[in-house]
């Protein structure tokens, strides 16, 4: 029952450090923003654990707002019942 935040590095499969390779390993579902994370972390999980989210490139506080909850409704349910990663580049 946990959420872990994992940097995939600068967006390369073979950079990921080796305890983000392990927390994706282990995830129950990893969710991903975008899709050079997607496609990062495709390299360390099957495609089945992979849920996409949506996050608009704006300063619209609203629309990012929406997205957010939208987000985070999706992530909790699953991070109370099991363990799940939530990638970011960088």
């Known amino acids: 029952m946990t959420l872990?935040?994992?940097g995939l590095g600068p967006?390369?499969?073979d950079l990921v450090t080796v305890r983000g390779k392990e927390v994706l390993e282990r995830a129950d579902v990893v969710y991903s923003p975008g899709r050079l994370s997607r496609t990062v972390a495709l390299n360390h999980v099957d495609e089945?654990?992979?849920g996409d989210?949506?996050?608009p490139m704006t300063k619209d506080e609203e629309k990012l707002r929406t997205a957010w909850k939208a987000a985070a409704?999706?992530?909790?349910?699953?991070a109370r019942d099991g363990?799940?990663?939530f990638?970011?580049?960088g």
Not at 73 to 78: F, G, H, T, V
């Open 53 to 55: 989210l949506d996050f």
């Open 4 to 6: 872990y935040g994992v």
């Open 48 to 50: 089945s654990k992979i």
């Open 87 to 89: 990638v970011t580049l």
């Open 83 to 85: 363990d799940v990663a």
């Open 11 to 13: 967006g390369e499969a």
């Open 73 to 78: 409704a999706e992530i909790a349910p699953n």
